[in-house]
């Protein structure tokens, strides 16, 4: 098993969306276009990286009105609604 890109940073600046996804533990972080990086978490800690990730966003005025951070109920190929 390969590792890469163990660790990333993210400056919250700009508009774009995060796509919670609580059955797989992950969070898509997106723009307009494309999904720009996915945070995976372990279920103990998931509500807690969900929840910093939004209190960032809005803090940094990182959600674009039209992009506001999606819950995805399921696994299913939940997406923003632009």
């Not at 890469?4 to 723009?31: M, T, Y």
């Amino acid at each position: 098993m390969a590792m890469s890109r163990e660790s990333e940073s993210v400056a919250f600046a700009g508009g774009f969306s995060a796509v919670f996804k609580p059955g797989s533990r992950q969070i898509d972080l997106r723009n307009g276009w494309r999904r720009l990086m996915v945070a995976y978490a372990t279920p103990e800690n998931y509500a807690d990286v969900a929840a910093r990730i939004e209190a960032r966003m809005r803090t940094a005025g990182s959600a674009r009105a039209s992009l506001a951070p999606t819950h995805c109920p399921s696994d299913s190929r939940c997406r923003p609604s632009w």
